[in-house]
């Protein structure tokens, strides 16, 4: 089946990762459908879902050719080519592209992952008494790594211009999860770019039912 033809199926959460994928689809025209998985690990194997992501994570999105990619980072770049004309991503092979994508991957690998250490330390550490010390060096990390492309912005050694990308979408969803102040005082240009993205008509009705 062409790739952005059919339905896709998003499996997700209310606040969770599954956010940017939803929006990403709704920014695409795309036809989808959403699947709530249950937040409890047991229930959302009894209700089969680890047979659609054995890791037992959202998001996952299942393609219209019945296959299932897993992944936030993966899910977005497919859809950024898959739906080419909603024009989420910087042309394939285009040097803009090299900077988008590295950068996606960076929010990816090291802020998301640093977030789930701070919003589940205790599936970092076999010792109770580390919980505390996990979390901690978790919000320090990904405040650095905030920090870090605040300052690329604010040098111009990056700029989103005036159209939509699917990092500029998965920044949105980063973001609200973070302190709104601390980012105001340390990161208002990322902030600035993630109220822009809440705003867009369709990505608000995802930012609600997302993040209220």
């Not at 959460?13 to 709530?36: D, I, K, M, N, P």
């Not at 979390?135 to 111009?156: I, M, P, S, W």
């Not at 105001?184 to 600035?192: F, G, S």
Request: hydrophobic share 50%; with cysteine.
């Amino acid at each position: 089946m062409t790739a952005g033809g059919g339905t896709y199926r998003l499996y997700g959460r209310a606040g969770t990762g599954s956010a940017a994928s939803e929006a990403a689809l709704a920014e695409a025209g795309a036809a989808f459908e959403t699947v709530e998985v249950p937040a409890d690990r047991d229930l959302a194997a009894a209700a089969g879902f680890h047979r659609v992501n054995p890791r037992g994570q959202v998001p996952a999105l299942a393609l219209p050719d019945g296959t299932v990619i897993a992944e936030g980072a993966a899910i977005l770049l497919h859809l950024a080519d898959a739906f080419p004309a909603a024009r989420l991503a910087p042309p394939p092979g285009s040097f803009a592209r090299a900077h988008h994508d590295r950068w996606l991957l960076y929010f990816h690998g090291n802020v998301y992952e640093g977030e789930l250490r701070r919003f589940y330390p205790d599936r970092y550490t076999t010792d109770p008494a580390g919980v505390p010390g996990v979390q901690a060096a978790a919000e320090d990390y990904v405040k650095r790594h905030y920090a870090l492309f605040e300052a690329e912005l604010a040098a111009g050694r990056y700029g989103f211009g005036d159209g939509l990308s699917v990092l500029a979408i998965y920044l949105w969803m980063l973001v609200q999860w973070m302190d709104r102040d601390w980012m105001a005082a340390h990161c208002p240009r990322l902030l600035a770019l993630a109220d822009a993205v809440a705003a867009r008509p369709a990505v608000a009705p995802v930012h609600a039912r997302h993040f209220g």
